[in-house]
């Protein structure tokens, strides 16, 4: 029963934000049920990841639930005896297909604002993870009129393929591998209609010389995601440091790698969890076998959990790689796991090719207290998310998405609400 109002029939924008606002309230309710859903499914440790995740998710609502006012047309001055005006209408129907490895966040940054912007959704949750996906989905039933917020759980091909190929559906918003993302492209384009894809990454961390070394650790700490198993599509996993700092860079990451607790997600101790499946978990093994392979040195982190009633769990200790060459698959390859390669560089100019050197463009940070080598670097990195001295997470309000083969389009934003998921129509008014 998915809603498909004319756009006579869809209610008022502040109406439909304070609706928005509402779900974010019961999601607000819900957030220690949903972390642990969200714990339980992906094996993401809950009090360093799946409970943060579960209320990133209610504010993701309540910030574009106060924007339906925003939903904003212009006069144009075309002519002095006509009006001439634009509006933003609702685009109909719009598919949001989402990965595993934040599905509540990933999914609420697409469903908040086209919900806002007066469409319908229908989500297709990942295999992987589709329980909390589908219980946000059940709560919010009670706040949201029918027909306006469905999901379908199920395979990749099998559904959301013909989501994507329904002809209904006037819009699709994606997040997942480039190779998907190249898949609906192409369906997009059959059909005629916009999609915009968030990728994956490869992002570079650039650590300068003059850069404050504990700081420095701490941002690739967060960079890398290892809490997360380094589950994201913007891991810092090619961290360059100039020569000056590498080696003590290496010692003082190790260690703090290895402070982190393996365990059980559902454990409050635990910082790090399980990989998300088999299958993934045997990508990222075959990954550190290559780096091995390709001669890099594996700096092997924190100890595997001891308790036997963990001892099936898909637990991977964090690597770190160092002299590892540049072109080696896990240097170069999105391997979404715990990690990290280390390159040492001398020379300013050919950090910054090998920063760019890749096909992808999502986030990169820089690390220096010199304000001329900032501005350089932040202008010349390619990537759509650019950061001088920390590591931030997606949050909103913050522009997200990437440059080459990291994706088409940004999300979080007001303008993103605006620019893809809303038709602008021109009217004019001759009355002469
Ligand atoms: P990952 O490698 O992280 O699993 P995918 O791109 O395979 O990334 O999956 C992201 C989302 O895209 C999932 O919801 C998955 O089911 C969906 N998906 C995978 N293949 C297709 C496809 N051919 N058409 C539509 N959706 C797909
Ligand atoms: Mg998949």
Known sequence: GVARAGVREVRPARERGKLVQECGRALTEHAEEL?????????????????????VTSDNFTFFGGLGSELKGETVPYNPNMMTTTVRQPMGVVGAIIPWNVPLMLMAMKVAPALVAGNTVVVKSAEEA??????????????????????LSGFGP??????????????????????????IARKAGEKLIPATLELGGKSPMIVMGDADLDKAVDGA?????????????????????????????????????NALKMGDPMDEETD????????????????????????AKA????ALPTDPKLGDGLYVRPVVFTDI???????????????????????????????????????????????????DATHRLEAGFVQVNQNLVVQPNLSYGGMKSSGVGREATLESMLEHFTEKKTIIFNMA
């Open 299 to 302: 700096h092997v982190c924190s």
């Open 35 to 55: 972390g642990r859903l969200v714990a339980l499914e992906t094996g993401k440790a809950l009090r360093t990841e799946s409970r943060v995740e579960a209320n």
């Open 130 to 151: 589709p329980l909390a996906a589908l219980r946000v989905c059940q709560i919010l039933q009670d706040v949201l009129p029918p027909g306006v917020f469905n999901i």
């Open 272 to 295: 790090i969890g399980t990989i998300i499946s088999r299958e993934q978990y045997e990508k990222v093994q075959g990954y550190i076998e290559k780096g091995e392979q390709a001669g």
């Open 325 to 375: 060459a540049a072109d080696a698959a896990p240097a170069k390859e999105e391997i979404f796991g715990p990690v990290a390669c280390i390159f040492r560089f001398s020379d300013y100019e050919s950090v910054i090719e090998a920063a760019n050197d890749s096909e992808f463009g999502l986030a990169a940070t820089v690390w220096t207290t010199d304000l001329k080598t900032a501005l």
């Open 221 to 257: 700490m967060g960079g890398m995601r290892f809490t997360r198993q380094g589950q994201s599509c913007s891991a810092s996993s090619r961290i360059y440091v100039h020569e000056s700092l590498h080696d003590a860079f290496v010692q003082k990451l190790t260690d703090k790698v």
């Open 158 to 183: 099998d559904c959301g393929g013909p989501l994507v190929e329904h002809p209904d559906v006037r819009k699709v918003s994606f997040t997942g591998s480039v190779e998907t993302g190249r898949i």
